[in-house]
């Protein structure tokens, strides 16, 4: 009994990194309007500062995504820490574009090599038979610390001096005292390797695994660049189109829709993955509904289910189509498979989104979201259809 009281221990304190870690890849959202203010610079611009990001998060899978299984879970997640520390710098010393590009750069860094590592250390670190329940912990951190991030930054932008400073200070602090508390943790990793031998991935697709990968994938992608737009865009439509100037409010609404991602996420061990993936595209498919109606008639109610709806449906259709996936993929390629799959859902969150900066300066802001919302929408149609054909293997995660 004791041992186990330790073991959650161990295992909510690693969470509370993990936590700390994804807060900072999605701090300056609400911020956005007040650096646009600051330095001039276009709705383009933005979305591709936001991308940024995700080509940091596809190279560090790439290069690194095996590291933890090589070098051990506390060195990567040290590693970490130091990118999102680094990363926090460069936003204090943010003087132009160069300094915000470097910033997400090194964000993307960070949550790359935490969203593998830290998954991996909080279940090593549960009790036997609490695997499970381990899981649900690494899913609500992850989820949860990306809804962290623009609430805490849009409250202190909001309510506390020094807006596009004091978020980082604070995130900074937290890295230092996450940096402690992995310190007083264990490596579960036995005989973990020097650093010279983490080799870079190649993605893989075996043969049996694409009948499943095909709709898992599309779904991955869509789901991801809903929030991809929701990130990088919906502060700047909420102020100029629908007058919230609340930066509180607008990193509330953001934050909604990572908070409905850990709610569907906890949904498929209810429901099973051969009817979470198929739910969980339907679910989504209203979400970018209500996205379309809320750019259609600017309204503000429509936002908020679109955040919620679509958060609930990407939820659903990522963890049964991760599931699935790793469900498929022999056992000795499952690791490359998995990191294929992060590499097609992380380009979601950077492809569509520099797609809709582009397209947001001869058509508006409004007709480029609209746009975007018909793509998802055909290819969310497309995922559901061959899964009703063809569903995928029954297992629960």
Same mark, same amino acid.
Request: hydrophobic share 55%; proline share 7%.
């Given at each position: 009994?004791?041992?186990?009281?330790?073991?959650?221990?161990?295992?909510?304190?690693?969470?509370?990194?993990?936590?700390?870690? #994804?807060?900072?890849?999605?701090?300056?959202?609400?911020?956005? +309007? /007040?650096?646009?203010?600051?330095?001039?610079?276009?709705? &383009? %611009?933005?979305?591709?500062?936001?991308?940024?990001?995700?080509?940091?998060?596809?190279?560090?899978?790439?290069?690194?995504?095996?590291?933890?299984?090589?070098?051990?879970?506390?060195?990567?997640?040290?590693?970490?820490?130091?990118?999102?520390?680094?990363?926090?710098?460069?936003?204090?010393?943010?003087?132009?574009?160069?300094?915000?590009?470097?910033?997400?750069?090194?964000?993307?860094?960070?949550?790359?090599?935490?969203?593998?590592?830290?998954?991996?250390?909080? #279940?090593?670190?549960?009790?036997?038979?609490?695997?499970?329940?381990?899981?649900?912990?690494?899913?609500?951190?992850? #989820?949860?610390?990306?809804?962290?991030?623009?609430?805490?930054?849009?409250?202190?932008?909001?309510?506390?001096?020094?807006?596009?400073?004091?978020?980082?200070?604070?995130?900074?602090?937290?890295? @230092?005292?996450?940096?402690?508390?992995?310190?007083?943790?264990?490596? %579960?990793?036995?005989?973990?390797?020097?650093?010279?031998?983490?080799?870079?991935?190649?993605?893989?697709?075996?043969?049996?695994?694409?009948?499943?990968?095909?709709?898992?994938?599309?779904?991955?992608?869509?789901?991801?660049?809903?929030?991809?737009?929701?990130?990088?865009?919906?502060?700047?439509?909420? @102020?100029?189109?629908?007058?919230?100037?609340?930066?509180?409010?607008?990193? /509330?609404?953001?934050?909604?829709?990572?908070?409905?991602?850990?709610?569907?996420?906890?949904?498929?061990?209810?429901?099973?993955?051969?009817?979470?993936?198929? &739910?969980?595209? !339907?679910? /989504?498919?209203?979400?970018?509904?209500?996205?379309? =109606?809320?750019?259609?008639?600017?309204? /503000? !109610?429509?936002?908020? &289910?679109?955040?919620?709806?679509?958060?609930?449906?990407?939820?659903?259709?990522?963890?049964?189509?991760?599931?699935?996936?790793?469900?498929?993929?022999?056992?000795?390629?499952?690791?490359?498979?998995?990191?294929? &799959?992060?590499?097609?859902?992380?380009?979601?969150?950077?492809?569509?989104?520099? =797609?809709?900066?582009?397209?947001?300066?001869?058509?508006?802001?409004?007709? !480029?979201?609209?746009?975007?919302?018909?793509? #998802?929408?055909?290819?969310?149609?497309?995922?559901?259809?061959?899964?009703?054909?063809? +569903?995928?293997?029954?297992?629960?995660?």
């Amino acid at each position: 009994m004791v041992g186990d009281r330790q073991g959650w221990l161990r295992c909510l304190l690693a969470g509370a990194v993990f936590v700390v870690g #994804m807060t900072g890849t999605t701090l300056p959202t609400p911020l956005y +309007p /007040l650096y646009q203010e600051k330095f001039g610079f276009s709705e &383009l %611009t933005v979305t591709v500062v936001y991308a940024v990001y995700a080509f940091g998060v596809i190279g560090a899978l790439l290069l690194a995504g095996n590291a933890s299984d090589r070098i051990g879970r506390r060195p990567t997640l040290f590693w970490g820490l130091g990118f999102a520390a680094a990363s926090a710098v460069c936003f204090l010393s943010a003087d132009g574009l160069d300094w915000l590009y470097a910033g997400r750069l090194l964000s993307g860094l960070s949550a790359g090599l935490f969203t593998g590592a830290a998954t991996a250390y909080v #279940m090593d670190l549960a009790p036997p038979g609490g695997q499970s329940r381990a899981t649900l912990v690494a899913t609500a951190a992850n #989820m949860g610390g990306l809804g962290c991030g623009p609430l805490l930054a849009g409250l202190l932008a909001e309510y506390a001096p020094e807006p596009l400073l004091l978020p980082f200070a604070v995130h900074l602090a937290l890295v @230092a005292a996450s940096a402690l508390v992995l310190l007083r943790l264990p490596e %579960t990793v036995r005989d973990p390797r020097p650093l010279s031998s983490v080799r870079p991935q190649r993605p893989a697709l075996p043969a049996q695994v694409r009948p499943v990968f095909v709709p898992a994938a599309i779904a991955s992608f869509a789901g991801f660049a809903l929030f991809g737009v929701f990130t990088s865009v919906s502060p700047a439509f909420l @102020a100029r189109y629908l007058h919230v100037d609340n930066h509180a409010v607008s990193g /509330l609404i953001v934050a909604l829709a990572f908070f409905a991602s850990t709610a569907g996420q906890l949904a498929v061990g209810r429901f099973g993955v051969s009817r979470s993936l198929p &739910l969980g595209c !339907a679910v /989504l498919f209203a979400g970018l509904a209500f996205l379309a =109606g809320a750019l259609s008639v600017e309204l /503000l !109610a429509l936002v908020v &289910l679109a955040a919620v709806v679509g958060g609930v449906g990407q939820g659903l259709s990522f963890r049964a189509a991760l599931s699935a996936v790793a469900a498929a993929a022999p056992v000795d390629r499952r690791a490359a498979v998995i990191s294929t &799959l992060f590499v097609v859902a992380y380009t979601g969150i950077s492809i569509p989104v520099i =797609g809709v900066g582009l397209l947001s300066e001869p058509l508006g802001l409004e007709q !480029a979201g609209l746009v975007f919302t018909g793509c #998802m929408l055909v290819l969310v149609t497309s995922a559901a259809l061959y899964l009703l054909r063809r +569903p995928v293997p029954t297992r629960t995660p």
